[in-house]
């Protein structure tokens, strides 16, 4: 069907039947939570969206090879190699498929796979965005680029809040993606339930969001809707205490000289660090919440 892609048998299955079906973002669900809690995280993950009735689909590149769909065999070895593995991109993909690499998928190639082999909804954690001092670095995650050009319903806890949330909003916009809060007003900061950005629309139920989905592609508008996802208020963060933790990771970042790429991970880890076993807790649930929601979502899609 694909020259460079496998398909575990049940995602399989969900494509060519056109049942319910989950794309998952690896980069951050492998990395983002230390073994063996990544592994339990994507085992309880994936299960939670089975009971909903959608089949769940992390996608990654294997021996140079993309896999859409993971066994728990699979799920072990990569969440064992924590630390080891390369997090993929859009422009990863050709190399380290030519050098039969291993690696895992941030949300923007995540949304790039999913789109081109039919998969219709994406759950992650949060989505990139417009760093700090773009103004000057000229630093956007692609995730944002690819939901301007991906045919999918990308589920997440808003934007990291290591961003600027305000220019990431202003670059949604020009991109013409609409932001949708469900059950929210606001826009949630990845661990913290809200910032002080207002969402375009909100959603209160899967079905209108389905519905928007479904409009979107009748009238071959390209592109994809970002849900905004709060994450559950028992394990959120407080948001005072993690943007000073934020401003101390900017501060040594610039001390530093971190740039580029290692930017992101340089910041989360910072963060981590400073906040401990909480984040941890919340990056856990923040994910369960999301899947859950995409797997309704998908369900609920025409």
């Known amino acids: ?33 230390p ?12 299960n939670h969206v089975r009971n909903i009735g ?7 590149i294997k021996g140079g090879r993309i ?11 990569f969440a064992k190699r924590q630390g080891e593995l390369i997090k993929a991109s859009r422009r990863d993909i050709p190399m380290l498929i030519a050098q039969k690499k291993d690696a895992v998928m941030t949300i923007a190639a995540t949304m790039l796979i999913a789109d081109l082999v039919g998969i219709k909804v994406v759950a992650g954690g949060g989505i ?3 760093h700090r001092g773009a103004e000057t670095t000229m630093d956007i995650s692609a995730d944002l680029e690819e939901l301007a050009v991906s045919n999918v319903v990308c589920v997440c806890s808003g934007a990291k809040s290591i961003l600027d949330l305000g220019l990431t909003m202003e670059y949604l916009e020009t991109k013409s993606i609409p932001v949708i809060g469900y059950g929210t007003d606001k826009l949630p900061a990845y661990m913290a339930r809200e910032s002080d950005f207002n969402v375009d629309y909100r959603a209160d ?34 948001a005072s205490e993690m943007n ?36 941890v807790e919340a990056q856990k ?13 998908a369900k609920a899609l025409p």
Do not use: C
């Not at 073994?35 to 994936?46: G, H, M, S, V």
């Not at 610039?254 to 910041?267: A, C, E, M, R, S």
């Not at 999301?290 to 797997?295: D, I, M």
């Open 1 to 33: 069907m694909f020259k460079y892609i496998d398909f575990e048998p049940d995602a399989r299955k969900a494509l060519e039947e056109g049942s319910a079906i989950v794309a998952l973002e690896s980069a951050g669900a492998f990395e983002g939570i």
């Open 35 to 46: 073994y063996p809690e990544n592994r339990d995280t994507i085992q309880t993950l994936a």
């Open 54 to 60: 959608a089949i769940p689909a992390h996608i990654v």
């Open 67 to 77: 896999k859409v769909g993971l066994s728990d065999e699979e799920i072990e070895d």
């Open 128 to 130: 990139g965005g417009v």
């Open 205 to 238: 139920d899967v079905e209108t969001i389905a519905r928007a989905f479904d409009v979107k592609m009748a009238l071959k508008l390209e592109g994809g809707l970002l849900v905004t996802n709060p994450i559950p208020e028992e394990y959120a963060v407080n």
């Open 244 to 279: 000073r933790a934020i401003d101390k990771a900017v501060k040594e970042a610039v001390w530093d000289d971190i740039k580029g790429k290692n930017i992101t991970p340089f910041l989360l880890r910072s963060v981590k660090a400073q906040m401990g076993a909480e984040s």
């Open 285 to 297: 649930h923040l994910r369960l919440n999301n899947a859950e929601l995409a797997a309704k979502i």
